[in-house]
Protein backbone atom coordinates (compact mmCIF):
# COMPACT_ATOMS: atom_id res chain seq x y z
CA UNK A 1 0.00 0.00 0.00
CA UNK A 2 1.20 3.43 -1.05
CA UNK A 3 2.38 6.25 1.71
CA UNK A 4 -0.68 7.88 0.03
CA UNK A 5 -3.13 5.51 1.09
CA UNK A 6 -2.16 5.14 4.82
CA UNK A 7 -1.29 8.76 5.74
CA UNK A 8 -3.82 11.82 6.11
CA UNK A 9 -3.50 14.53 4.07
CA UNK A 10 -1.86 16.69 6.70
CA UNK A 11 0.46 13.86 7.56
CA UNK A 12 1.68 13.77 3.91
CA UNK A 13 1.99 17.58 3.71
CA UNK A 14 4.39 17.35 6.98
CA UNK A 15 2.03 18.23 9.57
CA UNK A 16 2.08 21.65 11.39
CA UNK A 17 6.04 22.13 10.14
CA UNK A 18 5.35 21.04 6.85
CA UNK A 19 2.36 22.96 5.94
CA UNK A 20 3.99 26.21 7.74
CA UNK A 21 7.26 26.03 5.87
CA UNK A 22 4.90 25.83 2.48
CA UNK A 23 2.37 28.51 3.11
CA UNK A 24 5.38 30.83 4.08
CA UNK A 25 6.90 29.90 0.40
CA UNK A 26 3.14 30.29 -0.77
CA UNK A 27 3.29 34.23 0.45
CA UNK A 28 6.20 34.55 -0.67
CA UNK A 29 5.54 33.70 -4.27
CA UNK A 30 2.19 35.75 -4.08
CA UNK A 31 4.47 38.62 -3.07
CA UNK A 32 7.08 38.21 -6.28
CA UNK A 33 3.84 37.63 -8.52
CA UNK A 34 2.98 40.38 -10.50
CA UNK A 35 -0.39 39.18 -11.14
CA UNK A 36 -1.13 38.94 -7.28
CA UNK A 37 1.43 41.27 -5.26
CA UNK A 38 -0.48 44.03 -4.60
CA UNK A 39 -3.46 42.21 -3.16
CA UNK A 40 -0.57 40.78 -0.71
CA UNK A 41 1.59 44.20 -0.45
CA UNK A 42 -1.97 45.69 0.69
CA UNK A 43 -2.60 43.38 3.54
CA UNK A 44 -2.34 45.69 7.35
CA UNK A 45 -0.65 42.55 8.81
CA UNK A 46 0.59 39.80 6.63
CA UNK A 47 2.18 37.56 9.38
CA UNK A 48 -1.32 37.78 10.49
CA UNK A 49 -2.54 36.70 7.08
CA UNK A 50 0.07 33.65 7.14
CA UNK A 51 -0.99 32.79 10.82
CA UNK A 52 -4.55 31.87 9.15
CA UNK A 53 -3.17 30.59 5.67
CA UNK A 54 -1.38 27.83 8.34
CA UNK A 55 -4.20 27.36 10.46
CA UNK A 56 -6.92 27.23 7.23
CA UNK A 57 -4.40 24.77 5.68
CA UNK A 58 -3.92 22.36 8.91
CA UNK A 59 -7.52 22.25 9.77
CA UNK A 60 -8.94 21.45 5.84
CA UNK A 61 -6.01 18.94 5.75
CA UNK A 62 -7.50 17.06 8.59
CA UNK A 63 -4.76 18.47 11.37
CA UNK A 64 -5.73 18.79 14.88
CA UNK A 65 -5.17 22.81 15.05
CA UNK A 66 -8.27 24.99 15.36
CA UNK A 67 -8.66 27.88 12.64
CA UNK A 68 -10.17 30.68 14.66
CA UNK A 69 -10.66 32.81 11.42
CA UNK A 70 -13.20 34.15 9.46
CA UNK A 71 -14.71 31.65 6.31
CA UNK A 72 -13.38 31.77 3.04
CA UNK A 73 -16.71 33.69 1.63
CA UNK A 74 -16.42 36.25 4.04
CA UNK A 75 -12.85 36.93 3.98
CA UNK A 76 -12.97 37.15 0.11
CA UNK A 77 -16.87 39.17 -0.16
CA UNK A 78 -16.19 42.22 -2.06
CA UNK A 79 -12.68 41.79 -3.35
CA UNK A 80 -13.58 40.65 -6.67
CA UNK A 81 -10.94 38.06 -7.12
CA UNK A 82 -10.54 36.93 -10.90
CA UNK A 83 -10.15 33.90 -12.58
CA UNK A 84 -6.82 34.78 -13.38
CA UNK A 85 -5.90 35.76 -9.65
CA UNK A 86 -7.46 32.65 -8.86
CA UNK A 87 -5.24 30.28 -10.96
CA UNK A 88 -2.01 32.23 -10.27
CA UNK A 89 -2.92 31.47 -6.50
CA UNK A 90 -3.00 28.14 -7.20
CA UNK A 91 0.48 28.43 -9.21
CA UNK A 92 2.13 29.98 -6.53
CA UNK A 93 0.55 26.80 -4.69
CA UNK A 94 1.97 23.98 -6.78
CA UNK A 95 5.29 25.70 -6.82
CA UNK A 96 5.80 26.16 -3.37
CA UNK A 97 4.39 22.09 -3.05
CA UNK A 98 7.03 21.28 -5.47
CA UNK A 99 9.85 23.20 -3.65
CA UNK A 100 9.12 20.99 -0.55
CA UNK A 101 8.94 17.84 -2.57
CA UNK A 102 5.40 17.01 -2.04
CA UNK A 103 4.51 13.96 -4.49
CA UNK A 104 2.56 14.51 -7.42
CA UNK A 105 -0.32 12.56 -5.78
CA UNK A 106 -0.42 15.09 -2.55
CA UNK A 107 -0.05 17.64 -4.70
CA UNK A 108 -3.31 16.63 -7.26
CA UNK A 109 -5.02 15.99 -4.07
CA UNK A 110 -4.56 19.92 -2.98
CA UNK A 111 -5.46 21.22 -6.41
CA UNK A 112 -8.30 19.34 -6.04
CA UNK A 113 -9.51 20.60 -2.66
CA UNK A 114 -8.63 24.27 -4.02
CA UNK A 115 -10.73 24.03 -7.17
CA UNK A 116 -13.45 22.89 -4.95
CA UNK A 117 -13.41 26.07 -2.87
CA UNK A 118 -13.48 28.68 -5.78
CA UNK A 119 -17.07 29.32 -5.55
CA UNK A 120 -15.97 30.94 -2.33
CA UNK A 121 -13.34 33.10 -3.65
CA UNK A 122 -14.02 34.39 -7.97
CA UNK A 123 -16.15 36.91 -7.91
CA UNK A 124 -18.05 36.89 -4.88
Same mark, same amino acid.
Given at each position: %??Q??????? !??????? @?????? &??? %?? #? &?? *?????? /??? !???? =?? =? &???? %?A $? !???? #? @??G @?? !??? /?????? *?? &??? %?????????? $? $? =? =??V? #????? +?? +????????? *? $????????????
Amino acid at each position: %MSQSATLSLY !ERLGRFE @GISRIV &HDV %MD #A &HL *ANPLIR /TRF !EASK =DL =D &HARK %MA $V !EFFC #A @GCG @GP !EPY /TGRDLL *AT &HKG %MNVSEQEFLA $V $V =D =DIVG #ALNRN +DV +DPTTRGEVV *A $VLYSLKDQVIRV
